[in-house]
């Protein structure tokens, strides 16, 4: 039956064209795969919010532009994972849908539960259809980690290279380093320990490295992490936690494999350098990433649009429902070698009403961003504007010269001054979310060439210079409707009403 998803959206600031449950937290991407031509797209869900408990909520699509919601397939329901469901990965294998993910457990009695207290059982569930599984195994629990290990060990991404079966799981050590391990099998279910890294510097490059990825794109091998606890700078780390990647020489196995000590090392083997990390997303809303190869051959992302531990830092006022996941993204490399990412091409079949940018939709020559503030006086004196009233886009802005902005509604300005573009929140449709900055010279080009902006109701998702950046972040406009985005950059403008999803749910 269809998903009555759209009830009185201007107070509940529901979505066209992302992925969102009828009632529910969505969080962490899990499992995402294709099989026999159907694309699933698991991902961490508690069923009601406000609530606790995590399982694995899944939704289907031919297309990835019609959905499937099928509800919580994977749950907290047995002694391997009686706390929890948490992330994990998807191998297609032998004609299904082998998953493995992170069983918590936490132990009656007095234990701080990240050193002690706590089983993380990598569990395992076969499935032809996403919808039903084999028994529980657990193939790798707490014996199987080095002593250095704390108990926050989790997150299996599990792939086939060389023959082989891989598996990097994110750790934390007891001294709070973060790194990565990464074990290796034959058949699925019996695994050792083949590898681990770290960062080289005495001090540790965050405290966890969460939900690890390992990426081949043209040749070349990437491995992403989310390091948490990384100090913020001003111009970098500027969310609570973050997400990027180390490119590798040669394959990333082979690296970890440099590991001597093993199971009886005092520690992951160092072999990073945190000056090699490259951020990727400079929003205010994006984490857990995950990235899979599809039948085509594309290596398609999707990521999170939220962050765990903000409650203190921002908010999310949607009612029953919480949290979105990003467009899924396709990875390529650009001239300099660096990964980019971008919206699958079935997007744009999305694509309505084209939306002319003329200089007499322009709000006037001067003015204020937002209606709270009048610090921030801009001059918009040949800017052109566009109106979009169904309250989506789609805009392209190409072959930017200079400096500029772009403000879109009243609320939200993206600027490019001196060396800095800053996504600005001039209003309280950020709540509590104002500032972040991308230096141009973190950009291969040292400048910004092009911008795609995408706004979906609460979500806004831009891609810089062919998505070599990306900003991605929430907002709660007051209207949703009549969307304007005004443009003093010098570009040639383009833009389109955005089309919808179908949502159905056999959940």
């Known amino acids: 039956m269809a998903v009555d998803i759209n009830w009185n959206p201007k107070h509940n600031w529901r979505l066209r064209f992302h ?31 406000p609530a606790v408990g995590h399982g ?76 039903h599984f084999t028994d529980k195994v657990c193939v790798l629990g707490n014996d199987g980690y080095p002593a250095y290990c704390s108990n926050h060990v989790r997150d299996p991404k599990v792939w086939e290279q060389d023959g082989r079966l891989h598996m990097l799981l994110g750790a934390r050590t007891k001294d709070s380093r973060g790194g990565v391990l990464l074990y290796a099998s034959d058949d699925g279910y019996s695994w050792e320990l083949e590898g681990s890294a770290t960062n080289r510097g005495k001090r540790a490059f965050g405290y966890m490295w969460e939900c690890p990825n390992v990426a081949q794109i043209d040749g070349r091998e990437f491995l992403f992490v989310c390091p948490q606890g990384v100090p913020k700078q001003p111009f970098k780390f500027q969310n609570i936690h973050n997400c990027g990647y180390f490119p590798v020489e040669g394959k990333v196995i082979d690296l970890l494999a ?71 993204r396709v ?55 566009a109106c979009f009233p169904n309250g989506t886009c789609d805009a392209l802005i190409e072959g930017i010269q200079g400096e500029g902005r772009v403000i879109i509604g009243a609320d939200l300005e993206l600027l490019i001054h001196g060396d800095t573009l800053e996504l600005d929140f001039q209003s309280p449709s950020g709540r509590w979310r104002t500032n972040r900055r991308l230096l141009l010279s973190d950009l291969s080009a040292g400048c910004v060439t092009d911008l795609r902006i995408m ?47 179908t949502f159905a749910n056999v959940g």
């Open 331 to 385: 990875l390529s490399l650009n001239e300099a070698g660096r990964v980019c990412f971008w919206p699958v091409e079935e997007v744009e079949a999305l694509r309505e009403t084209p939306v002319e940018f003329t200089a007499s939709a322009a709000p006037g020559a001067t003015g204020y961003v937002g209606s709270q503030t009048t610090c921030d006086m801009f001059d918009v004196e040949g800017a052109v504007s």
């Open 455 to 501: 706004v979906d109701t609460s979500v806004v998702e831009i891609y810089i210079n062919g998505g070599e950046k990306t900003m991605t972040t929430r907002w709660y406009p007051l209207d949703i409707a009549n969307l304007h985005v005004t443009s003093t950059l010098r570009a040639c403008h383009t833009g389109w009403e955005m089309g919808a999803f």
């Open 258 to 328: 440099q590991d001597s000590g093993l199971m009886e090392a005092d520690g992951p083997f160092a072999c990073f350098d945190e000056k090699d990390f490259v951020e990727t997303d400079y929003g205010f809303d994006y984490y857990c990433p995950q990235m899979f190869v599809d039948e085509r051959g594309r290596t398609i992302l999707g990521g999170w649009v939220g962050l765990p531990d903000i409650e203190f830092q921002y908010e999310t006022p949607t009612r029953e429902w919480m949290h979105t996941m990003t467009l899924p």
């Open 56 to 131: 694995w909520g899944h939704w289907t699509s031919p297309d990835l532009v019609n959905w499937t919601f099928h509800g919580e397939t994977i749950r907290p329901d047995c002694e391997l994972d009686r706390n929890g469901s948490y992330s994990g990965s998807a191998l297609v294998r032998d004609g299904r849908l082998w998953c493995y993910y992170t069983g918590n457990v936490l132990m009656p009695g007095d234990y701080d539960y990240d050193f002690a207290g706590r089983l993380a059982n990598e569990n395992l569930v076969i499935s032809e259809d996403g919808d």
């Open 19 to 49: 992925l969102q449950t009828p009632t529910g937290g969505l969080t962490d991407p899990n499992g995402l795969s294709q099989l026999d031509g159907v694309y699933h797209f698991f991902h961490q869900y508690t069923p009601k919010w």
